[in-house]
């Protein structure tokens, strides 16, 4: 059974925010304080230490018996026993034993000639009866080496004591023996070195019945030699014969209690005195701790409360079985559901945004402006395989005949092949179209998971509704281009006409691909875009496989060594460069292109082609639109197909000046009507991707989605809640009631128990935490009693005298008479002479006497002090004198 009371009435509060918290899933982390005691040899540490807990189980005796530190754990259990780190498994189930074990592992370690370590022995004690604390029996410290000891054992256990009580969690007890002088104590000051403040530092006084007759330690206990800001207190340990003749620890309780009632000097403050009241302070300074702990448990309480508020308030009356709870909440979960398609498609932001790749409309918006261009061009006609398609047409049009104009029938021919095959494109755009449209169904009806089988309902229909307008638009797409095919306007306006062809004189070079890269560059070398990307084909040693920061503007390729562009690597013109796709590798997870040159020459250095890649594939993709914008064109099949045959069959057909002349009228022909058939392509195709498609899926949603759902006649079973969302529900109910329980446990230990302040540092210097002196009423009935203040004792009677007996003096009263200001004294700081009495006996008022002035120097004799002084002076005194009279009358 323990011996603190103190600690047992702090084991409930303790248990039940324990609790709360436990119900809570949290784990509570109060970390309640470490209690180390420091102090001299044979100071009665242990002992101070053993009356705390309660028990009797540390070892005793003469001289150094302490020689390695003991970490006492203290764990609240139903059982109680003790358990050593180094005998793990086995339990201590008698304290004697215990204490056995404590000095045989010494004695392993350090031998049995008094020798230390700074291995600490660890043990825990499992007990109804504690909170769960760190206690730390430390080595006393001692100035000479004995046995075997170090030469430099006060160092050692000086290093030792300050790892312990250098933390800030770390309370000490600085035990003094009371027949030591206490400026020499080694436990204060050490403790003044870590806690300057003295907030963690309690004085303990021990071995007060051993001090020499005629001497006391009152001036200490006082707190007016060397005060600390929380005091010192007395205790009175047993001693060794209490000890070896099993003394119980209540009996040496009670017998320091009628210590200090019994003696002189120790009765007036015997209620503050003894290791009860020790154990109050301690277990104050836990209450302080778990008091300060608790405003921040309930500040994380309130906040995960306020933050489930809404969602509670849906389940607290909920009943799954309800029918209009479950119209209701279908109604909801399909106005979310049309709320956020809207927003992901218009991009007018959502409170989960995606913030790591492009999603929604925007993904949507890069199809049309930058994945689309980029197919349509790959799929341009090749300049040598368009002109020997032109002039087999012609040959194959005037037949066995010679014909002196160029066919229009050539033209027509030539320029609905090259129409045909931009449906192909038009048609992948829609099919990439339709697989960002699912995606986005999928993420907008995450949210409800909460009602599977409404979840997949909902997906199915709106996914059917996009499928049968995906065929709707894909056969709206084919109609365009069929009507491309059907007319040949030649009265556009922007169409060059026969007469502006046939003027037109420019070399089969001009007429080639690169032309229309140099006409992207009329405005200058303006930039087109800017990021990283890796150069995947050089060394490592030579720059490769890192990431340079890119600048592609219309003229030139530069890169940098990062995005300050201050060290520039390189800057590549783009003239007759290429762009190819790369395989993706096997082990690589990274995208690519390749630049190259057509004429096969070197693109950089000794390299022939320089390969880019990226992380994502969306990266490459925004690349290649952007190298076409710069005129750097993807690389046709018919460039490795062709070869030279292909040029040979090009050169024998254009032997004849004649055939020559109409091909390449018929050639600027196709080139600017297909120019018109691709730009209204690049802008017909989108819209009606967005007319036909994504609008007409967007109002399914807002108008007949929710009526489709009714359609199937099985609502009852959609709204069916999933067991986990039930199994969530239940929890977070739960967790709701617990936060609300635990922060009522909070309000009630914060009720029942009561936090002191810290206190105040007291005014004065002849201390070491350079905090002053304290006034303590005197004792009454003390040797050391003075006469009150300011007041003179009743001299006898004179032979003269009127009155038989003078009044006797006032009688001590707890307080010490008000300080009268600038009181003279000599430099000794003693009082000054009593000024004469009346004849009554009663002391007169002391007479002005010239006080040290502000500059340092004394007064003169007959210079007066100031009027506001002298007043201060007088009434103080008069008072003093009207209040000692009344009291003597009132006696008498």
Known sequence: ??????????????????????????????????????????????????????????????????????????????????????????????????????EADTDRLTGTNKGISNLPINLRVYSPHVLNLTLIDLPGLTKIAVGDQPIDIEMQIRSMILTYITKSSCLILAVTPANIDLANSDALKLAKEVDPAGLRTIGVITKLDLMDEGTDARDILENKLLPLRRGYVGVVNRSQKDIDGRKDIKVAVAAERKFFLGHPSYRHMAERMGTPYLQRVLNQQLTNHIRE??????????????????????????????????????????????????????????????????????????????????????????????????????????????????PDLAFEAIVKKQISRLKEPSLKCIDLVVAELTNVVRFCAEKMNRY?????????????????????????????????????????????????????????????????????????????????????NLGIMKGGSRDYWFVLSSETLS????????????????????????????????????????????????YKQLDLSCETQDDVDSWKASFLRAGVYPEKLSDTTNGEDSADRENSASMDPQLERQVETIRNLVDSYMKIVTKTTRDLVPKTIMHLMINDTKDFIMAELLANLYATGDTNNMME????????????????????????????????????????????????????????????????????????????????????????????????APAVPNRPGDATGRAPPAPPSRPGGTALPPPLVPTRGVGGGSQQPGIVLPQRVQQAVVNVAVNEMVGALGKQFKFN
């Not at 005014?763 to 003075?786: A, C, E, H, K, L």
């Open 721 to 816: 809640e999933s067991a986990e969302e039930a199994v969530k529900r239940e929890e977070m109910l739960r967790i709701y009631h617990a936060c609300k329980e635990a922060l009522k446990i909070i309000g009630d230990v914060s009720m029942a128990t009561v936090s002191t302040p810290v206190p105040p540092p007291v005014r004065g210097g002849d201390d070491y935490f350079s905090i002053g002196q304290r006034v303590s009423p005197p004792s009454p009935g003390g040797p050391n009693r003075r006469p009150m203040s300011g007041v003179a004792p009743a001299p006898a009677p004179g032979p003269g005298s009127s009155v038989s007996r003078a009044p006797p003096a006032p009688p001590v009263t707890g307080r010490p």
């Open 559 to 606: 890169w940098y060594k990062d995005d300050e562009e201050k060290d520039k690597k390189y800057m590549l013109n783009l003239d007759g460069l290429k762009l190819r796709d790369i395989e993706q590798g096997f082990m690589s997870r990274r995208h690519a292109i390749g630049l190259f040159n057509k004429d096969g020459r070197n693109v950089y250095k000794d």
């Open 293 to 406: 702990t608790l405003p921040g448990l309930r500040d994380r309480l309130q906040k995960q409360l306020l933050s489930m508020e809404k969602e509670v308030e849906q389940f607290k009356h909920f009943r799954p079985d309800d029918p209009s709870i479950k119209t209701k909440a279908m109604l909801q979960m399909i106005q979310q559901l049309q709320s956020d398609f809207e927003r992901a498609i218009e991009g007018s932001g959502t409170a989960n945004i995606n913030t790591m790749e492009l999603s929604g409309g925007a993904k949507i918006n890069r199809l049309f402006h930058e994945r689309f261009p980029f197919e349509i061009v790959k799929m341009e006609f090749d300049e040598k395989e368009l002109r020997r398609e032109i002039a087999f047409a012609i040959r194959n049009i005037h037949g066995i005949r010679v014909g002196l104009f160029t």
């Open 1 to 102: 059974m323990s011996g603190n009371q103190g600690m047992e009435s702090l084991i409930p509060l303790v248990n039940k925010l324990q609790d709360a918290f436990t119900s809570l899933g949290v784990q509570m982390s109060l970390d309640l304080p470490q209690i180390a005691v420091v102090g001299g040899q044979s100071a009665g540490k242990s002992s101070v230490l053993e009356n705390f807990v309660g028990r009797d189980f540390l070892p005793r005796g003469s001289g150094i018996v302490t020689r390695r530190p003991l970490i006492l754990q203290l764990i609240n259990s139903p059982q109680e026993y003790g358990e050593f780190l180094h005998c793990k498994g086995k339990i201590f189930a008698d304290f004697d034993e215990i204490r056995k074990e404590i």
């Open 452 to 536: 599977p089988r409404l979840r997949e309902e909902a997906e199915r229909i709106i996914t059917t509704q996009i499928r049968e307008r995906e065929q709707r638009c894909k056969d709206q797409i084919i109609l365009l281009n069929e009507c491309e095919l059907a007319y040949m306007n030649t009265n556009h306006e922007d169409f060059i006409g026969f007469a502006k062809a046939e003027s037109i004189s420019m070399t089969r070079a001009q007429q080639s691909s690169e032309n229309a890269s140099n006409t992207g560059r009329k405005l200058g070398n303006q930039v087109i875009r800017k990021g990283y990307m890796s150069i995947s």
